[in-house]
């Protein structure tokens, strides 16, 4: 199983199905740390980022989760009872894509 990373500035987001958090690349000291976001250890699938938010997407609760990147605080949940291949983010609107 792999964890979803993202580097954002001089920050490195970590995902995994258990904590969400951020790490200074520059000492290695964890910036914030969230383990209420993912619930039921859900696998992560996607990864985005826009506007100082990242979006994830869970596989199998099909949920999509809005997180603040300078807090970790979860600004928004929403479940798309869907399964989805790819998604994007463009101006704070998401845009799915499926075969």
Known sequence: MSWPLTVIDN????????EIFALNL?????????KQIIENNDEISI???????IYIYTDNSKYIFCVDKNTGKKIW???IDAFWY??????DKLFFGNF
Do not use: D, H, L
């Open 86 to 91: 790819s998604f994007g983010v463009y101006n």
């Open 26 to 34: 520059e000492n290695g000291k964890k910036v914030w740390s969230n």
């Open 11 to 18: 920050y490195i987001y970590i995902i995994n199905p258990r």
């Open 47 to 53: 990864v985005k980022y826009s506007n100082e938010k």
């Open 77 to 79: 949940k929403q479940n």
